[in-house]
């Protein structure tokens, strides 16, 4: 992983940190610094899903949450949040991601 990703990770952790008020955003838990929380995926980075939707939208901080590294009734918060078999919620956030994101331009490959 390179030095700038690394970066923009550690901003992307402390910009979703202050925007849930250092709340887990699965069991709400308080945490006052984003070092104590994990960056959960809600629609999982994998290949396949960043083939399917793109890594703009996997990427997105629309499609991440700060969760605990604690357990609430057996789950994981961090598994809690995946979208994993709920493919209209996932679809919807996509789009709203999508609009966010503004119009993609498409480029041909001069041959």
């Known amino acids: 992983m390179t030095a700038a990703r690394l970066e923009y990770l550690q901003a992307q952790r402390i910009r979703l940190h202050r925007k849930q008020h250092g709340q887990c955003a699965h069991?709400?838990?308080?945490?006052?610094?984003?070092?104590?929380?994990?960056?959960?995926?809600?629609?999982?980075?994998?290949?396949?899903?960043?083939?399917?939707?793109?890594?703009?939208?996997?990427?997105?901080?629309?499609n991440k949450g700060m969760t605990c590294r604690e357990s609430v009734r057996g789950v994981r918060c961090n598994d809690a949040l995946l979208l994993d078999g709920k493919p209209a919620i996932a679809a919807a956030l996509v789009r709203e991601?999508?609009?966010?994101?503004?119009?993609?331009?498409?480029?041909?490959?001069?041959e």
């Open 97 to 110: 991601i999508r609009e966010r994101l503004g119009p993609v331009v498409e480029m041909e490959h001069a």
């Open 27 to 62: 069991c709400r838990r308080i945490h006052r610094t984003p070092v104590s929380m994990e960056l959960a995926h809600r629609i999982a980075e994998s290949k396949a899903n960043i083939r399917k939707w793109g890594f703009d939208v996997v990427d997105h901080d629309m």
